[in-house]
């Protein structure tokens, strides 16, 4: 089925930002290599104290600030620097600031949205500071899948569930995914929009998960693009791992699945899910 062209073909990139530090000339520096396009760069600014958003909008002609006035999460900011394009943008990234972008990765994943033509989302190979890939193109979690992962995942790295969900024994190729890492994503803006953007209720995490399942029963595809390569320089796995973060991970899960199974047939699954993501977090906030 032909994709409605409602969009014209400009470029955006709505780059997240929370105090980001230096890493975010180095995002911005970089991005200037990751396409041979004009490049519209709204930086959506939850509230930043250190001055770097404000800088980067001063020093860089293709740069803006949008201040969203407080702490609004990553989804509802991304939703809000979308809201500022015109008709003129069909394609839209959203992104970190802590990303290095490799050369050409941008153009890269263009060229890959031109040979899936329901692609709605293109995400790039991530690798991380140390070199090592991280999973950032993975099946949808399953009650299956997520409980097993939730269980045993921090004390068996290697078990089956977590390795399905992360597809860890998948070769890296171009494929399609159940949904991407939402710190580097190219979308089609006819799809972003298809859906409603980011679901706002997500403050942080897993607003990426939802946001590629709901594509996907829009009838977009989740393409995961390993020829593009950047890579994220704080890095999931040295991420600050406060108690305030570990919490809003637990709600975005809980929400995540309470969403998925609705109704009062499912209400023994939801309070089982809810007893142990608290079990769950109080052992991580121990640890």
Same mark, same amino acid.
């Given at each position: ?112 949205? /031109? ?7 293109? @995400? ?20 299956? /899948? ?6 045993? @995942? /921090? ?26 890492? @939402? ?79 609705? @109704? ?24």
């Amino acid at each position: 089925m032909p994709v409605p062209e409602e969009h014209g073909s400009e470029l955006a990139v709505i780059i997240v930002t929370y105090s980001p530090g230096e890493t975010l000339d180095r995002c911005l520096d970089t991005l200037a290599k990751a396409t041979s396009r004009p490049v519209r760069v709204i930086l959506a600014d939850n509230g930043s104290t250190d001055g770097a958003p404000e800088r980067a909008a001063a020093e860089r002609e293709n740069v803006e600030l949008l201040r969203t006035g407080g702490n609004l999460g990553y989804g509802t900011a991304a939703n809000l620097g979308a809201a500022e394009l015109d008709a003129s943008y069909g394609w839209v990234v959203v992104a970190n600031p802590d990303l290095e972008w490799g050369d050409g990765a941008l153009d890269t994943m263009l060229e890959a949205a /031109r040979r899936w033509p329901r692609g709605g989302a293109f @995400g790039p190979l991530i690798k991380e500071v140390s070199g090592e890939v991280y999973p950032s193109a993975r099946l949808l979690p399953s009650l299956g /899948r997520g409980i097993g992962h939730a269980v045993v @995942g /921090r004390v068996w790295r290697g078990n089956p569930w977590t390795r399905a969900y992360k597809q860890s024994d998948t070769t890296v190729v171009e494929r399609e995914a159940g949904w991407l890492s @939402g710190s580097c994503l190219l979308m089609r803006r006819a799809a972003f929009e298809s859906v409603n953007g980011f679901d706002q209720r997500y403050f942080m995490y897993f607003e990426d998960v939802d946001l590629g399942d709901r594509l996907g029963k829009a009838g977009w595809q989740n393409v995961y693009v390993p020829s593009a390569e950047v890579v994220h320089l704080q890095g999931h796995s040295t991420a600050r791992s406060s108690a305030a973060m570990l919490a809003a991970h637990h709600d975005s899960a809980y929400r995540y699945i309470a969403d998925r199974h609705p @109704g009062p047939l499912w209400a023994p699954v939801r309070l089982a899910v809810r007893a142990g993501l608290t079990a769950r977090l109080k052992l991580e906030t121990r640890a």
